[in-house]
């Protein structure tokens, strides 16, 4: 069964960080483009980062600098780092995998994870 299935989300202070990982079963993430999305309350769902096959690396404005996608293949998983993190930044945060064959493209979206930042 094809499954990604993030964790690592939660309630975190400004200014601190999390790790969220994003899990895939029943194929391969290394074959994979893999993005990071995230949706608020009354808000569309945004991209937020993204990594390429070969690990090229993309991230949104919003959190360049403060975010970091990478992925382990070995653990057939990938991560996003967000350090110094903000009030604005809450949301819950879906990865995606992304495969194109020929003129077909395939996705597949995990459940997603809450993140909150705030006292």
């Known amino acids: 069964q094809v499954q990604l299935v993030e964790s690592g989300g939660g309630l975190v202070q400004p200014g601190g960080s999390l790790r969220l990982s994003c899990v895939a079963s029943g194929f391969t993430l290394a074959y994979w483009s893999i993005g990071w999305f995230r949706q608020a309350p009354g808000k569309e769902r945004e991209a937020v980062s993204c990594?390429?096959?070969?690990?090229?690396?993309a991230y949104a404005d919003t959190v360049k600098a403060r975010f970091t996608i990478s992925r382990d293949n070995a653990k057939n998983t990938v991560y996003l780092q967000m350090n110094s993190l903000k009030p604005e930044d809450t949301a819950v945060y879906y990865c995606?995998?992304?495969?194109?064959?020929?003129?077909?493209?395939?996705?597949?979206w995990g459940q997603g994870t809450q993140v909150t930042v705030g006292t």
């Open positions: 990594i390429s096959k070969s690990d090229g690396a």
């Open positions: 995606k995998a992304t495969e194109t064959l020929g003129r077909k493209t395939y996705d597949y």
